[in-house]
């Protein structure tokens, strides 16, 4: 039962997530373009980060600041 209640809880995790950036997407996109527009200079920058158990990954954010 317990593998069965776990599947669920992923299935649920996925769908929830693909609905919610389908949602989102129309404002990253215009988030994007107005960055693009007022700002000079890549939309998108990398910054590398601190995970679980020290493992370092990659993050990517809008950059916002001047």
Avoid at 6 to 30: E, N, T
Avoid at 60 to 66: E, Q, S
């Amino acid at each position: 039962m317990r593998n069965i209640n776990l599947f669920i809880k992923r299935a649920v995790d996925v769908l929830g997530s693909g609905i919610g950036l389908m949602l989102v997407s129309p404002l990253l996109v215009i988030t994007a373009v107005l960055i693009k527009l007022l700002m000079p200079g890549p939309v998108l920058f990398k910054q590398e980060r601190v995970g679980k158990n020290g493992t370092l990954f990659y993050i990517l954010k809008f950059r916002t600041m001047k």
